[in-house]
């Protein structure tokens, strides 16, 4: 496994910070953010630590992302507020929100969010 020994989420995914799994499989766990800004408000992290944000993705690194969408619906739909709507993020970097360098999806819902901008 890719670990980066300074890393937040590596500590949470070897089980060095305790957390509370939502889903865990081979690639991903999944946990609550500790902050929440919404009554769900799930990260989706791989397990691996493969890149610090969108902003490092390497070309072959796609279908990872792809399969992060893809979990966030499966878990909008157990956590149900699928057909109500939810939110996901990819906070960037500094600027754009990213506190811990190891890239992750926010899954937001359970309330109206309201539009951005």
């Given at each position: 496994?890719l670990?980066?020994p300074?890393?937040l989420?590596?500590?949470?995914?070897?089980?060095?910070?305790?957390s509370?799994a939502?889903?865990e499989d081979?690639e991903f766990?999944v946990?609550?953010?500790?902050?929440?800004?919404?009554p769900?408000?799930?990260?989706?992290?791989?397990?691996?630590?493969?890149m610090?944000s969108?902003a490092?993705?390497?070309?072959?690194?796609?279908?990872?992302?792809?399969a992060m969408?893809?979990?966030?619906?499966l878990l909008?739909?157990?956590?149900?507020?699928?057909?109500?709507?939810?939110?996901l993020?990819?906070?960037?970097?500094h600027?754009?929100g990213?506190?811990?360098?190891?890239i992750?999806?926010h899954?937001?819902?359970g309330?109206?969010?309201?539009?951005?901008?």
């Amino acid at each position: 496994m890719l670990k980066d020994p300074a890393c937040l989420f590596c500590k949470i995914v070897a089980r060095e910070i305790p957390s509370t799994a939502i889903f865990e499989d081979g690639e991903f766990y999944v946990f609550p953010d500790i902050h929440p800004k919404a009554p769900v408000h799930l990260l989706i992290i791989p397990k691996d630590h493969v890149m610090a944000s969108v902003a490092d993705m390497q070309d072959g690194q796609e279908e990872i992302l792809g399969a992060m969408l893809h979990r966030a619906k499966l878990l909008a739909e157990q956590q149900g507020i699928a057909d109500q709507g939810y939110r996901l993020v990819f906070n960037v970097r500094h600027y754009g929100g990213q506190i811990v360098d190891h890239i992750h999806l926010h899954l937001l819902g359970g309330q109206p969010l309201g539009p951005l901008g």
